[in-house]
């Protein structure tokens, strides 16, 4: 009960974290569901080394962040890290 004597109504609102981490999963699952051989270990793999760039530069900005700087050149540190990958991935 409130300060006026009716019951307080509390309302859930979900973060845009929870939104995307919802909508993830919801996709994954119907993937899953819908396309033969999304689950196959060989699928799987190649999901996991498509975004492996991604992770590596979300694990560089989160040090930027905890240290308190600021990067600008986040374009030019994906540059300078694609391009070693790039260039074994086409040899």
């Known amino acids: 009960m409130n300060a006026g004597g009716g019951m307080a109504i509390l309302r859930w609102r979900p ?4 939104i995307v981490l919802v909508l ?5 699952g119907a993937f899953a569901l819908l396309l ?11 999901l996991v080394r498509s975004v ?8 560089g900005m989160a040090l930027v962040v905890i240290g308190r700087g600021i ?3 986040m374009v030019a540190t994906m ?9 074994r991935s086409t040899a």
């Open 71 to 73: 990067d600008l050149a």
């Open 79 to 87: 540059v300078v890290a694609a391009a070693p990958w790039k260039a």
């Open 24 to 28: 993830a999963a919801l996709l994954f």
């Open 15 to 18: 973060s845009q974290e929870e």
């Open 36 to 46: 033969p051989g999304f689950l196959a270990v060989e699928n799987l793999l190649s």
């Open 52 to 59: 492996s760039i991604l992770g590596i530069l979300g694990l």
